[in-house]
């Protein structure tokens, strides 16, 4: 049995945490200045309260990060000198994966979330870079975390993971401004006739995008932004997805949308 520590349980970090509960591991979370939304998530998970961050990362033998993008680099600073074995599993491109790794101090280890959480009938999958990567897999034999090394480099899983989301909500984004365009301009009928004809699984996808977005577009800002600096850093435009952060920043305000809120929001915000 190992002891691990998860930063912070939102519905992904507590739904992993679950699985490693499941597992035989014993799950210790942060309670200081979170929210009573977070305690509710982390009870329900059965994760144990070790008060601050601070004492979770000196009781912990591996530190799990799992927080939207723009806080990835601040969760590890908080730990730095802390933390003897720290995953980063945020959706980060390879440069900030890096920072990450030097900030903590400690082993550090690259990850990447791909899926929704780790439910009945729902497999996540969480790629691992980096020195340990394997143990790191290991303690997830027999979960409904699906844990593969990619790489031996701290930045190979982030990598991935940019790569896999810059097609999964990039396209998505696009399909939604597209859509939104049409709308604009009163040809949206004349779309999805043409759609019919060549593209039958269009509509049905845009209202998926849209469903996808709920709730969440406010995490894949930071998201498509990372992706955005992971291509311009390789030498590709970063513009698609600066493009698809700036859609999805639209939708952020729409707590709940379905496909017509998201169209008008996309509209209306222009």
């Known amino acids: ?8 349980p939102g519905a992904m970090g507590a739904a992993i945490g679950r699985e490693l509960r499941d597992a035989g591991h014993e799950v210790l979370w942060a309670s200081e200045s979170r929210s009573p939304e977070t305690a509710d998530r982390a009870a329900a998970a059965g994760l144990r309260d070790a008060g601050s961050v601070v004492d979770l990362a000196r009781a912990s033998d591996l530190v799990l990060s799992v927080c939207p993008p723009h806080a990835a680099a601040g969760v590890a600073a908080q730990v730095a000198g802390h933390a003897r074995r720290f995953v980063d599993a945020n959706a980060i491109s390879p440069a900030t994966a890096r920072e990450v790794a030097e900030t903590v101090g400690a082993q550090a280890i690259d990850g990447g979330i791909v ?8 497999v996540t999958s969480l790629l691992l870079s980096g020195t340990g990567a394997d143990e790191v897999a290991a303690l997830f034999a027999g979960t409904r975390v699906r844990a593969r090394v990619v790489g031996v480099e701290i930045g190979a899983a982030s990598a991935a993971k940019m790569a896999y989301a810059g097609w999964t909500k990039g396209s998505a984004a696009l399909l939604l401004a597209v859509r939104a ?90």
């Open 1 to 8: 049995m190992s002891v691990i520590g998860v930063l912070h």
């Open 115 to 122: 899926g929704p959480p780790p439910r009945d009938g729902a």
């Open 181 to 270: 365009l049409a709308r604009a301009e009163g040809v949206e009928e004349a779309l999805l006739a043409e759609w019919a004809i060549t593209h039958p699984y269009l509509p049905e996808a845009s209202e998926r995008a849209a469903r996808g977005a709920a709730g969440k577009s406010w995490r894949w800002i930071g998201e498509m932004e990372e992706i955005a600096a992971s291509m311009e850093a390789a030498g590709l435009p970063g513009g698609f997805h600066l493009a698809a952060a700036a859609i999805y920043e639209r939708l952020a305000a729409e707590s709940e949308p379905d496909l017509s809120t998201a169209l008008l929001a996309l509209v209306q915000d222009a």
